[in-house]
C-alpha cells in the first residue's frame, strides 16, 4: 500500500556508508543506554565485565530505548541533510538512557555539563549518575538538554508538540509517542490538535506513533488491531500514516530514512502549499507508525523465558547481574554485541564515523534554543492598565463584570503581539462564556475545520484556542510556554481539576529548572478561574468546587501563586502582574457576574501590592487600639457579603469597632518560612490582631485557611466561613446562606464571638436569623433573590 | 454507501399510525421541555401566554433536548419491539429537559415522585420545579430516575455505559455522546473500550454519536470533518458506523427506526456468532452517527438572528420573554408548534398515541433496575482473612508485601464470584506491578484484541481489566457500581490525580443519592494506592504524590474515608472492611514493597475497628500518668520510623516516657460534628494528650494533619512531619531523610520540644545529626542504603 515502507523492500535507499554510520549511530547510543543502566565502572569494557562494575541497584527502562535511539539517530540525518531547525518530544520520559545517550554522542550534554565530558572520564560519570542518588533521573527530565517534556506522567507528549510548533513556522516537532502512551485520554484526544495548527504561521509536527506492543505487563491495544484498523484510525485522525517495522537494523534503518524523508517532503508540500498558493484547504499531515521489537538488540532470552520483543524488555531484562554468572555474562555479551571498540576511540570519544550523521551545532537537537524557552523569551507588551481601568469614586457605587474588563485588555495584549504572535489564549470553548470576547476584535479562534456561512469568529490564522479538552488547551499552553511564548488559560473553576495531574507535572518541572542555572525562567503559566462555585446558578452542585487551589497550596512554594481579586481594578491588577512573571504557576480567581467596585485602580495597584490589608473605609476602627472584631475576606463573593456585613454592625452595632481585611494574595498568610510571598508573624499580627476574633470569610473550603494560618498566635479566635460541599441550582443569595457564608450569618458570627455581645445584642441577632428565614423563603416561592440582596448598594 | 440511512432514502420503513405515534411521542417530549425551561404556570396553554407565566430566571439547555427526545423515543420503540433489557447513558447532562420529559410521559417519574403526577396538576409541578430554588437540577442528575449519568462535566459516559454492560449479559446499553464531549480526552480514550467487552459474558454498548454541530459557542471539531474521515475515525475505532441525518422529523423518524433496527440486529448477530456458534473474532460493533440541527424545531431566528442549528440554541434560545413582547409571541408559537391539545387530554394527560411507543412498565428506561444498582446488589461473598493472615509473633521480626497477601485474597474473591461475575479489579497495566498478580490464577485480564504466543493471562472471558488510561479504568468501575456491582482499583498514588475531577463527580453524585431514599446503597468506590510517594526508587520526583487524600478530604464527609494500613495483616482487615462498605468512596494507601508485620490478624481487626490507638508495646509509658511525649504516625513508611525512633529513644534516653500511636483512618482525626469516624474530643485527647508534645510521622503533605487537628486542646503542641515534595530517584532512606521524616529526625524532634531535653539531651541529639550526614554519605557513594536500615528488625 503506499506509504509503507516496511523491511520487505530489499530496495537500497541509502548507501553503504551513510548506512553503516547511521547504523555505528545507533550502536553507540545503545551501547550508551545499556551503560547508563548497570555500569559504575570499567565503562569501556577495557577488562573483563566483574559484580564489582555493576551497579548495586538496576533502575531504569531498557525496553523503549532501542526505539528512541533509532529515531534520534534518523533525525539526526534529515535535520542534517536539510539544515531543518527541529526540536523532539520523547513521550516514552522512561526512555531517559536513551536521550541521555544521544545528547552525550552529539556533546550538547557535555557543553551543559562540563563534568561530563565526552569521553572515558565522561562516559564513567555519564553511566554512574543515571539512576544514582544525587545523580539524574531516569526520566527524561528538565535535567535533559534539548528536552520540555518529561513523560513520568503519559498522556501530554503530543500537546506538548503542538503548543511548542505553534507560531515557530520554521520549525520541526517530531514527536515520538509510545505505545502506552496512545491509550491515554489526553493523548487520545490530543490527535485532533491537527484542526487547529495553522500551516502558514505554525510550524509542523510530526507524530511517531512507536509500536514496540507491549507497555508494563500488556499488549498494547494499537498493536493489536489490524494494520488497515490502524490505518483508519489515522485517516480518521486527519493523517496520513507511513509505515515503518521490522527487526534486521539495516532493513529497518533504510526504511526509516525513507518514512523520515517522506514525511518531511511532505510537511514541506503542504506548507508550500499554503504559504505561497495561499491552499485552504487542511491537508492530512503525515505521521509515522513505527514497529520494532521492545528491547531491541538486548537478550533474547533471560532464565528460559523470552524477553526481546515483549514486556519483560520494559525495565531491565537481566536482573541478577551481580550475583548471576550466566546474568553477568549475558550482560556483557550483549554489551560487546555493539562492538565498543568500533565506536568508541582508547579514549572513550566517539569515532568519526559514529558523530557522521550528527548536524551542526546548533541544529543538535540537545541544543535547540526552544527548549530552553528562556533563551528565546521576549517580555509581554502589555499595556497601561489606566485605559481599561474602571472609574470608581466611591465603593461599591458601580458594578462592573471584572473578567469582561480584562477581555478588553487581553485583546490589547493581542493587537500589540499580531505581528510577534508570542501569546495565545486557551480555553475549553469558554472564552466568550467567561465574558473575555472582546479579544475576538483582535484575533479569531483557530480553526481549520470545515466552515459554515453562520459561524463567528473563526480565523485560520487565529491565536485563540478553543477545543472542549481541558487536557489539550493544558497541553498546548505547556508547549507553548515552556518554548519561550506567553499565555493565559481560562477555565471553569470546578473543571480545572480535570487538569490536577497535568499542573502537578508543570510545578515539578518548573522545581526543578528553577534550580538549574543553565535553565532561563519562562512566562509563568496563569490560570484564570471563573464562572466559579458561587455563580454557578444554572449548573448547580456538579458545577461547584474551589478545590483547584488546595491542590496547587500542596505543591513547591517557590513555584505557586493564588490570587483572589474581589472586584475589577484589582483583577486588572494582577492580570498585569502574573503576565509578568516568571516561573510561576498563577491561580486567578475571578468572577464573570457583575461585582461591585470597591477599589481604584492606584488603590487596587497598592492593595494587590501588599496582598492583603486593612479596608479602613469599610471598617469602624476609631483608631485607638485595637478592633473588637477583624472581618476578613478572599474572594468577589465573600468580601461582598463581608462588606454588607460590616454595613449591618455599623447600623445595628454602631459602637462595634470593626476592622475589614482583605486579602489577595492567599499566600500571604503562610509563615514567611513557608512561602515567599509568607507575612512575618508581626505583620500577620498587626493586620489581624494576637488575640480578637477574626471572621473569615472566603472563597473555597474553609479548612485551607486554618492549614495556612494554624501557625499564628491568633489562630485560636480565626473563624472561617466557605464552601462546604452545599450546592444545587438555585439563587446566588441562596448558595451563600446554604454555605453559611451571607452577611447575617457572618453578623451572627461576630456576635457569637466578641466576648459580652451575645446578650447585649441578642435581639440583634434574633433579627438576623429572621431575615435569614425570610430571604430562604422568598427564594422558595419566587425564584429569585429578594430585591434588597440584588439591588444592594454599599453605603458605608 | 452501506450504513447510512440519511433523509434522503425515501422510501417507508414505518407504517403512517407508528410514524405518527412517534412523532406524537417526541412533539409531546419537546413541548414538556420547552415548558420546564419557560413556564410557572399554564402549561397547557390553555390562556394565552402572558409574562407572569414565565420564570423569572431562566435557566436550561435547550440545544441537545429534541435529539435526546428523539433518541429517547426511538429507543421505546425498540425496546417495545424487541422487549429489550435496556439502559441508556445520556451523555449531554445539560439535556435534564429531556430526559424528564421522557420519564414523565412514561410515567415512571410520576411513581418515584408521586407529588410529580401525570396530569396537569403534575405538569405543571414538572414545569416549576425545574432548575428552581427547592427544585431539581437541570442536568440528568442522582435525582432523574433511570440514570446512572450526570453529564455536568464531560467525558465519562462511554465508560460509565462500558461498566454498566460489563457481565449483563442480557443488557444493551445505549449511550448519547454530544460532539462536545466527544473532544474531550477520556471520552476519545474510552472508544477503545470495545477491545475488552466480551460478547458473550457481557451485554452491548450502542454509541449514538450525536452531531449537532456546536458547543456553547464554537462548531465541533467531530462535526467539520468530511462525513469519509468519521467514518474511517469509527472503523479505526472498531465501530461499524450507522448514518441518522436530516432536518424533516419525518424523514428522520424512517432513518432513525431503520438505524436502531439495523444496529440491535447486527448486536444480536455478534452475540450469537460469540455465544452460540463460538466466534473468537473480535467484531465491529455497530454505533449510530446522528446528525440533526441543535435546537432542532426551536425558533429558527431570534432578533434577526440565526438559532436553530447554531450555537445560539445551545441553552435559552429566547432570553427576554418576560419583557419582550415579540420573544413572548415567539415562546408562544413555538410552544403550540406541537399542537399540546393533540397530545394533552384536558387533564394533561398523554393520550394514547403518545404514549403508544412505550414498552411495558418494567422495561422503561426511567424504571431499570441497573440505573438504581443498588436494588441488584448482593453481598460479595468475602472469605474468612484468616487463611490470608501473616503470623505474627513479635512486632517487626517479619516482613510481607501488604499488597500481594492482598492479592491472595482477591484471587478468592475473584474464585467466589467466577459464576456470579460481579466483581471486577482496574487498574491501568499495573496488577502486576502492584503485586496483586495472584488474582491471575482466578481468572485472566480482559482482552478481545489479538494475541500472540508469548502473551500470559489474556483471557477473552477475563475479569481483570487493565488500559493504560486511569480515566478509562475509572469509568468502568463506576459504571460497573452504580448498577449494583462491586470492584476495587487499584492505581500508582501519584497519578490517581489523573481522575481527581472524576472522582469529585462521584462523590456529589453519592453525596446527593445518599439523600434520596428511593435510591438503594451501591458499593463503595474502592481505591488501593500503592507504588507510592516514598518507595519510588526508579521513578523518582514526577511520580511522587500524596495528595490525594488531600483531594477527597475537601469532599463530603459523608461519603469520603481515607485508610492508611501500616502493615499486611491491616490492610487485610481494611480491605475487608471498604469492600462490605456501601455509597462510600475508599481511599486505601498500602505499601507494594517488603513491609515489617507489627500486628496480628487479631490485633489488626480491633486496630482497625478504633481507627488510632496506642501501641503500648512499642512505647515507654510506665502507666502512670501521661507521657512526656506522643510519636504518632499513620502510613506504612512513617509507621517504620516512628517504631526505630522508639526504639533509639528506649537506647539512648531510657527515663523517657514515650507513647506511639498509630492512625489507620484518617478521618478519626477530624472533630465528631465534622466527620462521623471523627472523635470526640475526650478520645483525641486521651490518646494525644492535651499539652504534651507530639510528634506525628505522616505519609503525605504534613499541613493535612493540621487541618485536620486544628481545633483540638493540643494543637499547639502537635507538630508533623510528612512529604514536601523533596525528591528525586533515590534509596528509600534518602527519601525520608530528605523530607525529614528519618528516625533520627524524629529523635531530635522529640529532643527540641519535650522541655527540658534540649540541655540533657545535647550530646544524643549530635549522635543523630551524625548519624543522619553518614547515612547521606554513605548513600551518595554507593548508591544503597546503609545496611543497618535496610537490615534493620524492630527489637523494641
Chains 1, 2 share one sequence.
Not at 301 to 313: I, N, S
Request: with cysteine; charged share 25%.
Amino acid at each position: 500500500m503506499p506509504g509503507t515502507n516496511s523491511q520487505t523492500h530489499k530496495d537500497s535507499y541509502l548507501g553503504d556508508a551513510e548506512l553503516a554510520a547511521l547504523d555505528a549511530h545507533w550502536r553507540a547510543a545503545n551501547y550508551l543506554a545499556v551503560g547508563q543502566i548497570y555500569l559504575m565502572a570499567n565503562p569501556l569494557l577495557t577488562e573483563p565485565l566483574l559484580p564489582e562494575h555493576i551497579k548495586p541497584r538496576l533502575l531504569g527502562h531498557w525496553g523503549t530505548s532501542p526505539g528512541l535511539n533509532l529515531v534520534h539517530t534518523h533525525l539526526n540525518r534529515v535535520i542534517k541533510a536539510r539544515d531543518q531547525d527541529t526540536l523532539c518530544v520523547w513521550g516514552p520520559g522512561h526512555g531517559g538512557p536513551a536521550v541521555l545517550a544521544n545528547t552525550w554522542l552529539e556533546g550538547t550534554y557535555s557543553r551543559t555539563y562540563p563534568d561530563i565530558s565526552r569521553d572515558a572520564a565522561g562516559m564513567g560519570k555519564l553511566f554512574r549518575q543515571f539512576s544514582f542518588p544525587g545523580g539524574v533521573p531516569s526520566h527524561v527530565a528538565p535535567e535533559t538538554p534539548g528536552s520540555i517534556h518529561e513523560g513520568g506522567e503519559l498522556g501530554y507528549s503530543l500537546s506538548h508538540a503542538y503548543g511548542a510548533a505553534l507560531d515557530n513556522p520554521g520549525l520541526l516537532v517530531a514527536c515520538v509517542i509510545g505505545d502506552g502512551e496512545a491509550e491515554t485520554g489526553p493523548l487520545a484526544a490530543s490527535w485532533h490538535s491537527n484542526k487547529f495548527l495553522d500551516p502558514v504561521n505554525d510550524g509542523a509536527v510530526l507524530p511517531i506513533l512507536h509500536l514496540n506492543g507491549y507497555k508494563i505487563a500488556n499488549p498494547s491495544v494499537l498493536a493489536r488491531i489490524p494494520e488497515s484498523e490502524l490505518d483508519d484510525l489515522m485517516h480518521g485522525l486527519g493523517h496520513e500514516p507511513i509505515h515503518v517495522a521490522g527487526d534486521d537494523p539495516l532493513l529497518v534503518h533504510q526504511a526509516m530514512a525513507r518514512a523520515m524523508d517522506t514525511a518531511l517532503d511532505r510537511i514541506a508540500l503542504i506548507q508550500r502549499t499554503a504559504r505561497e498558493d495561499g491552499g485552504a484547504e487542511r491537508a492530512h499531515w503525515p505521521m509515522i507508525v513505527l514497529r520494532t521489537p521492545k528491547g531491541w538488540t538486548g537478550p533474547a532470552e533471560v532464565d528460559g523465558l523470552p524477553v526481546e520483543g515483549t514486556w519483560r524488555a520494559h525495565q531491565v531484562p537481566l536482573s541478577g547481574v551481580r550475583d548471576n554468572p550466566e546474568h553477568l555474562r549475558q550482560l556483557e555479551a550483549w554489551l560487546r554485541s555493539y562492538r565498543p571498540a568500533e565506536l568508541f576511540d582508547e579514549d572513550g570519544r566517539p569515532r568519526d564515523q559514529v558523530l557522521e550523521c550528527l548536524p551542526d551545532d546548533e541544529r543538535r537537537l540537545g541544543a535547540s534554543a526552544h527548549a530552553n524557552g528562556g533563551l528565546l523569551l521576549r517580555d509581554l507588551p502589555i499595556p497601561a492598565l489606566e485605559r481599561y481601568a474602571v472609574p470608581v469614586d466611591k465603593p461599591g457605587a458601580t458594578l462592573h463584570e471584572p473578567t469582561r474588563v480584562l477581555g478588553d485588555l487581553v485583546e490589547t495584549i493581542m493587537e500589540n503581539t499580531a505581528e510577534r504572535r508570542d501569546f495565545r489564549l486557551v480555553g475549553p470553548d469558554e472564552t466568550a462564556s467567561n465574558r473575555l470576547q472582546s479579544v475576538y476584535r483582535a484575533t479569531g479562534k483557530a480553526w481549520q475545520g470545515e466552515t459554515l456561512e453562520v459561524d463567528e469568529d473563526l480565523d485560520r490564522h487565529g491565536r485563540v484556542m478553543e477545543i472542549l479538552s481541558e487536557h489539550t488547551c493544558q497541553g498546548w499552553l505547556e508547549g507553548y510556554l515552556l518554548t519561550g511564548r506567553h499565555g493565559l488559560f481560562s477555565c471553569y473553576e470546578a473543571f480545572v481539576h480535570i487538569v490536577d495531574s497535568m499542573v502537578n507535572q508543570h510545578i515539578k518541572w518548573l522545581r526543578v529548572s528553577r534550580r538549574l542555572p543553565w535553565r532561563r525562567p519562562i512566562a509563568s503559566l496563569n490560570y484564570l478561574l471563573t464562572s466559579h462555585v458561587w455563580r454557578q446558578d444554572n449548573n448547580g452542585f456538579s458545577h461547584q468546587d474551589p478545590g483547584f487551589i488546595d491542590h496547587v497550596l500542596n505543591k513547591s512554594p517557590e513555584v505557586v501563586r493564588v490570587y483572589l481579586p474581589p472586584d475589577t481594578n484589582t483583577l486588572l491588577a494582577v492580570a498585569d502582574h502574573v503576565l509578568r512573571s516568571r516561573d510561576y504557576v498563577n491561580v486567578v480567581v475571578a468572577g464573570k457576574q457583575p461585582c461591585f467596585d470597591w477599589l481604584t485602580l492606584d488603590q487596587a495597584r497598592a492593595h494587590c501590592a501588599r496582598g492583603a490589608g486593612v479596608w479602613q473605609w469599610a471598617g469602624t476602627e476609631d483608631g485607638a487600639g485595637e478592633p473588637d472584631v477583624v472581618l476578613a475576606c478572599a474572594g468577589d463573593v465573600p468580601t461582598m457579603e463581608v462588606l454588607a456585613a460590616a454595613q449591618l454592625l455599623r447600623t445595628h452595632l454602631p459602637e462595634l469597632r470593626v476592622r475589614v481585611v482583605n486579602v489577595v494574595d492567599l499566600a500571604r498568610l503562610l509563615p514567611k518560612e513557608e512561602h515567599p510571598h509568607g507575612m512575618h508573624d508581626a505583620e500577620y499580627d498587626a493586620l489581624f490582631t494576637r488575640d480578637r476574633p477574626v471572621v473569615f470569610a472566603y472563597h473555597g473550603y474553609p479548612w485551607l485557611i486554618h492549614r495556612l494560618a494554624y501557625r499564628r498566635a491568633g489562630h485560636a479566635n480565626l473563624h472561617v466561613r466557605g464552601y462546604k460541599e452545599e450546592g444545587t441550582t438555585t439563587t446566588p443569595f441562596d448558595m451563600v446562606v446554604r454555605n453559611d457564608l451571607d452577611r447575617y450569618r457572618l453578623v451572627m458570627d461576630v456576635i457569637d464571638r466578641v466576648p459580652g455581645l451575645a446578650v447585649r445584642a441578642a435581639s440583634v441577632r434574633q433579627d438576623m436569623e429572621d431575615v435569614r428565614l425570610r430571604h430562604h423563603g422568598w427564594i422558595r416561592e419566587h425564584g429569585v433573590d429578594l430585591p434588597e440582596v440584588a439591588d444592594w448598594t454599599w453605603t458605608g
